[in-house]
Every structure is written in structure tokens, then in C-alpha cells.
């Protein structure tokens, strides 16, 4: 696929004001106000997922984070033109789509854990941040995916990381715990 090719992927997003692709990237206020916007937007995912993926059945789970990664590259590719940078701190829509990959599969464990379920998703922000921040396993050639595509390919692999190590976890930790 050409460059041109990648960038045409998400034609509707250029018809969009750019005060809308800017703060939707951003997430508003989160992306540009705060020092570490990148965690900001990790626990802005965290909640998300609580509000958006948690109670979700597991259609309805990929078909509403399909739709979110597919916006995501259009949002954070469109911001990277409209801002003239590529991959701007402040775009943090990637991480906030990332975070309920961390969790695939792991609703019914975090309902299970009841009071303690915050382990798990505070496991998983940790991790995910990690991973996100050290981009290891080659996650980093990801970046060099044109437009939208390489700002959120490495976010999406650092979580599928994380939520591999998590289900790894549940298995091995959960008996232990009792």
C-alpha cells in the first residue's frame, strides 16, 4: 500500500474543523495541559474502559473498540497534519483506545475480584505504560507506520503485550490468591 494509500484511509476526518481533530486527539484539555500526557491518557483510558468496555458483552467489546482504533487513526493521523508533527505528545487518543485492548478477555475476572479489582486494572495500566514507554519486542518499528497508523500501531502491540502477561498472571496468581 502507498503512502497516499495509508493517508486516503480515513478521508472523513479531513472534513472536520481542525479545533475538532486537535481536541478529540487530545482528548480536550488532557493532552496539553498536564505534564506526562501520555499517562494522562492511560488513566483517562482506564476510566473509559470501566465506563465504555467493562459491561460490554464480547461483541459488542471488539465492535466498539474496532470503531475506536479505526477513529483513532484518523484522528491522530489528521492531528499529526493539521499540527505539524509527527506523533505529538499531546495526541493522546492512542493510549485512551489502547488501554481496553490490555483488558480483552478479563471482564469477568475484574467483576470477579470484586473490592480488588482495582489490582488488576492498576496492574494493567502499569504494564501497558511500560511497555508503551520501553516499546520492546520490536513495537517500536511500529512508529514508522505512515500517519495515524504508526501513531497508534505501537499503542495497540503494548497493550496486546500487557494483556497477554495479564491473562498469563490470572492464571498463575489467581489460585495462589485463593
Known amino acids: 500500500m502507498s503512502e497516499g494509500a495509508w493517508k ?3 478521508p ?3 472534513l472536520l474543523p481542525t479545533s475538532v481533530v486537535v481536541n478529540v486527539a487530545t482528548l480536550g484539555p488532557l493532552g496539553t495541559r498536564f505534564k506526562a500526557p501520555g ?3 492511560s488513566v483517562a483510558g482506564v476510566v473509559g474502559y470501566t465506563l465504555l468496555f467493562h459491561y460490554a458483552g464480547p461483541l459488542a467489546y471488539l465492535i466498539l ?12 493521523g489528521e492531528a499529526e497534519v493539521r499540527m505539524r508533527k509527527r506523533d505529538p505528545g499531546e495526541v493522546i ?3 485512551f483506545v489502547a488501554i481496553p ?3 480483552i478477555g ?3 475476572v475484574i467483576a470477579g475480584l470484586g473490592g480488588w479489582a482495582w489490582t488488576l486494572l492498576l496492574a494493567g495500566f502499569a504494564l501497558f505504560r511500560l511497555f508503551d514507554i520501553t516499546k520492546p519486542f520490536g513495537i517500536s518499528k511500529l ?4 500517519g495515524g497508523y504508526g501513531v497508534v500501531a505501537d499503542d495497540i502491540a503494548a497493550a496486546i503485550v500487557t494483556c497477554v502477561l495479564l491473562h498469563i498472571g490470572v492464571i498463575f496468581l489467581l489460585p495462589l490468591a485463593g
Open 93 to 95: 487518543l492512542d493510549e
Open 12 to 14: 472523513w476526518v479531513k
Open 8 to 10: 486516503d484511509y480515513c
Open 39 to 41: 499517562t494522562i491518557g
Open 106 to 108: 478479563l471482564q469477568g
Open 101 to 103: 485492548v490490555c483488558f
Open 143 to 146: 512508529q514508522d507506520l505512515p
Open 65 to 76: 473498540l474496532a470503531l475506536f482504533i479505526y477513529a483513532a487513526i484518523g484522528f491522530c
